[in-house]
């Protein structure tokens, strides 16, 4: 497998478009060929006119010379002719599928059987007072012309059987993109608080813990008790975002700035653990306005913009930044921000789309999970601003018509 498609899989389409490709070249060669053809026919059609109107004009009428030279015309066409008298019987043809000769009484009633078959085809051409009649059919190339319409049948349905594929190839390939990107996105989400857990069981079990069972982080001591339960309450929440999933969640009146709060003192306490020299950083009102939405989801969302400026950081040393950036057209506006190595020119067209990463070793699904939220489940906007450093990412919520 490969990127996530079954290199079998991957041949199908290659195997499609070169059959695609013979069908449209051989249309081309079939198409040309035939219109070489016409061409051809063109000028001897000319040329049967002029010796006609120059044996018409002639006093002679037609010498046995020109009858050969219209013959040849004739036989230059590829028209089946088959000339018989008023009785049927053949005395003259050109272009029959067959050798025939009319001295052979086989041959001859071969010929009268081919003129059936012609008179089926086209009404016969009756002189009664010279005594003859012509009996025709269709040069090689209208048949081959017959074919024309198949031909554009099968190329109308090749292309439409590639889109058809195409389409396909691509949901089965997004859907095992998200299916695989949600395994990842749950370890993930699973194993911030399980690594967290981890850590505070190490502090626990070392003997410069104060009385109180509490540790200095930065300037702040921290009850190792509490944040153990915050880390088994976080994968509860875990829990209760994937039940979210593919369910129609309900939106009840949330506060984003304690929301973000929270999230910010949760990952406080634990950037040693996550990311080593990372200040967070937040800008947020005493008094937020108040948006229609799922809290639980909201804040899956920040968290995953939080985590994407950790990548971004990759452990070095930075700055992430929440901040409130006021209320716009009835929306509320938050940024994330970070200093880190910001995002690629040729991939801010498609970072939010499922597969799409900068990190190495990602699935990319945290950035489009979180639009999926914003902008499907809340009605509002997620956008990645340019910025002369790092990454900013401007969120928009719709706010519930008091809070305006």
Do not use: C
Request: glycine share 10%.
């Amino acid at each position: 497998m490969i990127g996530g498609i079954p290199s079998g899989r991957r041949a199908v389409p290659v195997a499609i478009f070169l059959l695609f490709v013979a069908v449209l070249v051989s249309y081309l060669v079939y198409t040309s060929q035939i219109a070489e053809e016409l061409r051809q026919d063109a000028a001897v059609f000319s040329r049967i006119y002029f010796q006609t109107v120059q044996a018409a004009a002639s006093p002679e009428g037609f010498t046995p010379e020109g009858e050969f030279a219209l013959l040849r015309q004739l036989y230059a066409l590829g028209i089946p002719v088959v000339q018989t008298d008023l009785e049927g019987e053949p005395t003259l043809m050109v272009n029959l599928p067959f050798e025939a000769d009319l001295e052979n009484p086989a041959d001859r009633a071969r010929v009268r059987t081919y003129v059936e078959r012609l008179d089926e085809e086209n009404p016969p051409l009756v002189d009664g007072e010279a005594g003859f009649v012509v009996h025709y059919g269709e040069p090689a190339f209208l048949r081959r012309l017959r074919w024309i319409p198949w031909l554009q049948a099968i190329l109308l349905l090749a292309v439409v059987g590639i889109g058809a594929w195409i389409v396909r190839t691509s949901n089965l390939a997004e859907r095992e993109r998200i299916w695989s990107g949600m395994a990842r996105e749950s370890a993930h989400q699973m194993g911030t608080p399980l690594s967290s857990l981890v850590g505070w069981l190490e502090l626990l079990e070392a003997d410069d813990l104060g009385a109180s069972g509490s540790i200095d982080v930065g300037d702040a001591a921290v009850d190792i008790h509490e944040e153990m339960r915050h880390d088994l309450l976080r994968l509860e929440k875990v829990s209760r975002r994937f039940e979210a999933i593919g369910r129609t969640p309900e939106l009840r009146p949330v506060d984003v700035t304690e929301l973000l709060r929270n999230l910010s003192r949760y990952f406080e306490a634990r950037l040693p653990t996550l990311g080593g020299r990372i200040r967070l950083e937040t800008d947020l009102p005493e008094m937020s306005p108040v948006v229609q939405g799922n809290e639980t989801l909201l804040e899956w969302a920040f968290e995953n913009l939080v985590k994407n400026a950790l990548d971004s950081l990759a452990g070095r040393e930075g700055t992430i930044r929440i901040s409130h950036g006021g209320v716009q057209n009835g929306r509320a506006v938050y940024r994330v921000e970070d200093d880190g190595e910001g995002v690629p020119e040729h991939l801010r067209a498609s970072l939010f789309d499922v597969g799409v990463t900068t990190k190495q070793g990602g699935w990319g699904v945290g950035l489009s999970l979180a639009r999926r939220i914003i902008v499907e489940v809340h009605g509002g906007a997620l956008r990645l601003e340019e910025s002369e450093e790092g990454a900013v990412f401007s969120l928009e919520l719709p706010l519930i018509e008091d809070s305006r």
